[in-house]
């Protein structure tokens, strides 16, 4: 297997592209598809600050590594969900990037802050965790980037969860959620910028990007994400993808090119947050009076 770019020896093949790297010319890929996301999307203004949403793992991690890479000077937010021992690894994987790279990382505690922890949400609402812990971290985040003054939230979404995503959303048929999903979200009143620049690199390639650049990341699975129906449409999406390779990239990037736009011209895809008031405890954006997340917060700290 050789260097599509340098003929040296290569480390990884990327079977939709298919070609195959060394360890440099597999680095430069990895920022030439987060360049073209960037640019295809209109994602980033030179004047915007960025703050990437880090939990530790190889996603959030490359993202980071990949922003600062394309000379961007985003700092990092590392959310604690109070999920044990995974958390408190997590933790310590992006304060050792941060500390390795020079960079700043803020740190914002969903037990010490808001008082609970997403198992004791989980538990309290009777429900599967990843609805609690989602809305949680696009609450907090989104609060954290308005309250600190950054204009844009970077997460790190790559190609498998986008296509994941869209795979549910469409057996479904969430318009909805149709409408949203898109690899920029733009400012809206009480809403910071959110993008995802990873839409073009799969979670193989973040992987094998961690390793050559020497980045230790967090790699156990969340102990909460069993029944997590993504993992089941992502598990379909790779069977297609081993038969023939580019199917998840022309599923998802098709979609935005030919079919996002009919969605979000939908009633439901009003996303610019002027039907919207504020929630009575928090001041978030919400349709009734006290937000989705304030309402949890009461559920999960309520004892029985
Ligand atoms: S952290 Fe949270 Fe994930 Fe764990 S509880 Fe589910 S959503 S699986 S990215
Ligand atoms: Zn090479
Ligand atoms: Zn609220």
Known sequence: MKCRVCRGPAVIDVRRH???????????????????????????????RIVVAVSGGKDSLALWDLLVGLDYQPDGVYLGLGIGEYSNDSLDHARAY??????????????????FTIPAAAAATHRAPCGACGLSKRHLLNRFALEHHYDTVATGHNLDDEAAVLLGNVLR??????????????????????????????????????????????????????????????????????????????????????????????????????????????GAPTTTDVCAFCRLRHRATSRP
């Open 18 to 48: 298919n070609a195959a790297f060394c360890p440099d010319h597999f680095v430069t890929h990895c920022r030439e598809q987060v360049r073209r996301a960037i640019t295809d999307h209109h994602m980033i203004d030179p004047e915007h």
């Open 98 to 115: 941060a500390t390795d790279r020079g960079v700043t990382l803020h740190e914002v505690d969903l037990a010490a802050e808001q008082g």
């Open 173 to 282: 048929w969430e318009t909805e959620y149709l409408a949203r999903q898109h690899p920029v979200l733009p400012a809206t009143t009480g809403f910071a910028r959110r993008i995802k620049p990873l839409v073009r690199l799969g979670e193989r390639e973040t992987a094998a990007y961690c390793v050559i650049r020497g980045i230790d990341y967090q790699v156990d699975e969340c102990p909460m994400a069993a029944g997590n129906r993504h993992l089941h449409y992502k598990d379909v999406l790779n069977r297609l993808e081993q038969r023939s390779p580019g199917s998840k990239a022309a599923f998802f990037h098709g979609f935005l090119d030919h079919a996002h736009d009919r969605f979000a011209d939908h009633p439901d895809g009003d996303d610019t947050g002027a039907h919207l008031g504020r929630c009575t405890e928090c």
